[in-house]
């Protein structure tokens, strides 16, 4: 007689626990994070979750629409969220690297789909995670169509997780951003920064660990002891270390949007985008402008995050070295014609709540192997 299969399903289920994946919290997960995916719908998403494939519907009014992906993680900044108790901003970071990308395309993101991978899973902090990528999906508009849960057992100690997500966005064949309308004299706002975001935290680990710092200190204390002079900024003084450290990486991608509007709207338009993340402001800025011509920065013209100062306190790093490892307090930066232009883009990214700054300008490179960054007091 056949066994029934009741029997062979509990049977399935006990070896899988045996070899350390859990079927039931799996499904567990699925069900605490379904409110977070369905809460970032769009009109375009077809079907629900619980597919082999999520499928979304290109937005209405495209003439030559374009397909803009980009793929990112969140680093080992997961690391120190672990060791601190705090994941819920991880799933903001992973969608802030990935739409963010999107967007300096002039792309309007459309759609995320995150892999969450772990060594055991349990089903609140995945949802937990989720709730996160589901949170940073709102804040870009774009919809957390479907992704993955992996549990590892063997392979990744219990403990550990890691993220990844891809993201894809549509823009007008036209209205695509590749830096090459960028010339000489156009000028470089700046948009600030939250933090640290999600980038150098190998080295951010290492400073932390080898002072032995107490990530539930009170940051203001912290400094007082490791960057004397160093002010805390008012609304982070009482704060953990570990929330300062943490804090999520911010979304731009709305905000980048609008931008555009208001400076079409003015008679111009946004030349290019530059996404601040590894490699600090040398890394990224210059990718945006061709051959022939270079970015040249004022660094007075800002404010470094005293986070980041702490951290150069720590390690003996001084300004120009914490804005090649770190976003120097600009997480974003778009050149743009002088003018109407600026005015509009400034006004724009400030009722957004991100008061933008002039922090340069794109300047005529001599010989071709000439520099591409260059800061000037």
């Known amino acids: 007689m056949a066994e029934p299969s009741g029997a062979r399903e509990a049977a399935r289920r006990e070896a899988y626990r045996a070899a350390g994946v859990d079927i039931e919290a799996g499904e567990r997960a699925i069900a605490l994070m379904r409110a977070a995916v369905a809460s970032t719908r769009r009109p375009e998403v077809v079907g629900g979750l619980g597919g082999f494939a999520g ?13 803009v992906a980009s793929t990112d993680g969140v680093g080992t900044k997961v690391a120190l969220a672990r060791r601190a108790g705090r994941l819920d901003g991880l799933g903001t970071d992973l969608v802030a690297m990935c739409s963010d990308d999107v967007a300096c395309a002039g792309a309007e993101p459309l759609f995320l789909l995150d892999y969450v991978a772990v060594g055991r899973l349990v089903p609140a ?3 937990t995670l989720v709730a996160g990528v589901a949170a940073g999906c709102r804040q870009a508009g774009c919809a957390l169509l479907g992704g993955e849960t992996a549990e590892h057992p063997g392979v990744m100690r219990p403990d550990d997780l890691d993220l990844a997500a891809t993201c894809v966005g549509v823009v007008e064949r036209d209205d695509l951003l590749d830096g090459r309308a960028v010339v000489a004299g156009d000028v470089l706002v700046g948009l600030p ?31 007082r002891r490791h960057a004397p002079g160093v002010p805390a900024e008012p609304e982070l003084a009482d704060a953990p270390l570990a929330d300062v450290l943490l804090t999520p990486t911010r979304i731009y991608a709305r905000a980048l949007l609008a931008i555009r509007v208001g400076v079409r709207a003015a008679g111009a338009d946004v030349h290019g985008m530059a996404h601040v993340t590894g490699g600090g402001l040398p890394g990224n800025v210059p990718r945006i402008v ?16 005293s986070v980041m100062r702490l951290l150069g306190a720590l390690g003996g790093l001084d300004e120009p070295e914490l804005r090649a490892t770190f976003n120097g307090g600009l997480g974003m930066v778009l050149a743009l014609p002088p003018g109407a232009a600026v ?8 009722a957004h709540g991100m008061p933008g700054t002039v922090v340069g300008k794109v ?11 260059v800061e000037v007091r």
């Open 363 to 373: 300047v005529a490179v001599a010989g071709a192997g000439g520099q591409r960054y």
């Open 290 to 305: 061709p051959d022939g011509l270079a970015v040249r920065l004022e660094p007075g013209r800002w404010a470094m995050p």
């Open 125 to 127: 902090e995945v949802a």
């Open 193 to 223: 920064s939250s933090g640290l975001h999600s980038n150098g935290f190998s080295l951010v680990r290492r400073l932390v660990e080898g002072a032995g710092l107490d990530l539930e200190a009170r940051y203001a204390a912290v400094l």
């Open 343 to 350: 005015e509009a883009a400034l006004a724009t990214a400030a």
């Open 55 to 67: 499928a979304i519907e290109i937005p209405a009014g495209y003439r030559r629409p374009l397909l």
